[in-house]
């Protein structure tokens, strides 16, 4: 009985280490884990666009205060890095909880800011998504709303998109 006293705590951290375990690592489903480093937004509306698509806000990201780009409505977008400038490797499930950022119309993508990168559109299997310098674009559903970087470094594959992003 004093075994399962002293082996009781070990095993409920073992089960606890094989359920974080089954949520990341795959290149194909993206992950769902979650980063609790809080940010702080402020979106900037430099000029005004009923089309835009992307903006740039200010958040605090690892501590650190930055310029990232946003969706419409204020989520960070981010980058994958197992996509290609021409392939998503996110699609599926994948796409699920990285939504991607697609446009609707005809209308090339636009912004709020002047941005030194290139926007522009792709026909893949999650619609005309945009890319940003040749990166595809996505928000987090883990995200709950404008400013937060929940996503940010998770597996080492996703992070957030900046204006400098190359």
């Not at 698509?53 to 310029?67: A, M, N, P, Q």
């Not at 883990?142 to 992070?159: A, R, Y």
Request: proline share 5%; glycine share 10%; net charge positive.
């Amino acid at each position: 009985m004093m075994y399962l006293k002293r082996a009781y705590p070990a095993i409920i951290v073992l089960f606890i280490m094989m359920a974080l375990a089954a949520c990341g690592g795959s290149t194909s489903s993206g992950g769902g884990g979650y980063n609790s480093t809080p940010a702080t937004a402020t979106t900037s509306n430099s000029s005004s666009s009923s089309n835009a698509l992307i903006k740039t806000s200010t958040v605090t990201v690892d501590g650190k205060s930055e310029t990232i780009l946003t969706d419409a409505k204020g989520k960070t977008l981010y980058y994958f890095t197992p996509d290609t400038a021409t392939t998503t490797a996110c699609t599926g499930s994948c796409a699920k909880k990285w939504p991607p950022l697609v446009a609707t119309g005809s209308s090339a993508p636009a912004s709020t800011s002047s941005l030194q990168g290139k926007l522009t559109t792709l026909t893949t299997a999650n619609g005309n998504q945009i890319e940003y310098n040749g990166h595809f674009l996505y928000t987090f559903a883990g995200d709950g709303g404008p400013g937060q970087t929940n996503g940010n470094k998770l597996f080492d594959k996703w992070f957030v998109a900046t204006p400098n992003l190359k």
